[in-house]
Every structure is written in C-alpha cells, then in structure tokens.
C-alpha cells in the first residue's frame, strides 16, 4: 500500500523559511515523478513544483527562486524547502506522485506565514 | 500560458440526477487531462486520466470525454457520497506546469 505522508508545517513570520517532508512508503520517490500541489484557504488547487526521476526540477512563476524540492533516496522522502515566505504561500501543501495524473496524495500539512 | 476554466463554477443537483461538468484548456492538451474529486478537509482524489479512463476504484457511473480543449465530466446517477469539487488539470505541457482548473462545487438541490 503507498503511503505519502507530509510534515514540516506550522505557523512562520514573513520572510521566514520552513522545509517540508513527504516519507514516502510502498513506493520508491527516486524512480517516480513526485510533486507538490498546494491549496490556500477555501482556495483551488495551485501546483508548485515538480521533481522527476531524472533530478529534473520545475517550480511555479509564484515560488520560482525561493522554493527548492529534493528528495532523500536513504530516506525515501520527498522535501520542499520553503525560504523568503509570503503571506500569499499560506496553503495546505500536498506532495504526490503522478502517474497519469496525481494518483497517489499525501493528507497534507498546513502552513500559516504571518505579517 | 496555460489556463483551465471549469464550468459551472457550481451545480446543484438532486440525488439520483445526472451531473455534466465542463473543463475547457486555452490551448490543446491532446488527451493529458485529469480529473480530481475533493471532499472538505480530505486531499483530491484520482477519478480520471487521459481525459477518459477511470483509475483504479472510480464507480462507473463517473466518465470522462473531449480531447484537445473541450473535456466533460459526468457523473450519471448522483450519490450522496458525490457531493463535492471537482478539479480537472492538464499535463500536456514542457516544461511541465501542470495547472488546475478552478474547480466546479456540486452540491445539494
């Protein structure tokens, strides 16, 4: 059974910085296409970065110098480090895998960037 | 730039009723396109991929069709469990920005 399970979350000032993680179990991150999706309050789904199995990385226009994503192959987890955060980045972040389409999600972790 | 527009924004359906959603791409997607089912505090759900095949444990009464631009959802018979927002999202492009629709909300009539 694939498990995706995200921590790291919390509430952060203005220009602060966090690192997000996503143990992943029943599937290996390095041989698949993992993401993260997040969504703000009461908001849509916004999709923030990608790492595919080849090392290639793509982040949104929105995050795009200020996020990293990377992956621990001994830890089988997925990261995301958040620095240089907004209040506009406070979301539920997600990590998945895509197959054809995002088939397996994590339950998410909350983070809250405060003024 | 990609964007995904869904209509209706909401739909409100009784029990047992059909439901049709639209997604609508500003360029083609070809067949790269999902469907997702999200519940109050849960994480979305896979219901569709390559805009017409359901994954693994979607009901049959959920069908996805279109290519290129145009996609639908339908759900035929609405259950109680259906209640929710409905995302689609594309994942045509290089470099991969795989943007969401939206969504449409389906609630209770």
């Known amino acids: 059974e694939v498990q995706l399970v995200e921590s790291g979350g919390g509430l952060i000032q203005s220009g602060g910085s966090l690192r997000l993680s996503c143990a992943a179990s029943g599937l290996t991150v390095s041989n698949n296409y993992m993401a993260w999706v997040r969504q703000a309050p009461g908001k849509g789904l916004e999709w923030v970065s990608s790492?595919?199995?080849?090392?290639?990385?793509h982040y949104a226009d929105s995050v795009k110098g200020r996020f990293i994503i990377s992956r621990d192959n001994t830890k089988n987890t997925l990261y995301l480090q958040m620095n240089s955060l907004r209040g506009e980045d406070t979301a539920v972040y997600y990590c998945?895998?895509?197959?054809?389409?995002?088939?397996?999600w994590g339950q998410g972790t909350l983070v809250t960037v405060s003024s | 730039e990609m964007v995904m527009t869904q209509s209706p924004a909401t739909l409100s359906v009784s029990p047992g009723e059909r439901a049709t959603l639209s997604c609508r791409a500003s360029?083609?997607?070809?067949?790269?396109l999902a469907w997702y089912q999200q519940k109050p505090g849960q994480a979305p759900r896979l219901l569709i991929y390559g805009a017409s095949t359901r994954a693994i444990g979607i009901p049959a009464r959920f069908s996805g069709s279109g290519s290129g631009t145009e996609f639908t959802l339908t759900i035929s018979s609405l259950q109680s469990e259906d209640f929710a927002v409905y995302y689609c999202?594309?994942?045509?492009?290089?470099?991969?920005?795989?943007?969401f629709g939206p969504g449409t909300k389906v609630d209770i009539k």
């Open positions: 790492l595919y199995s080849t090392g290639s990385t």
């Open positions: 998945a895998r895509s197959g054809t389409g995002y088939d397996y």
């Open positions: 360029q083609s997607v070809s067949s790269n």
């Open positions: 999202q594309q994942y045509n492009n290089w470099p991969p920005i795989f943007t």
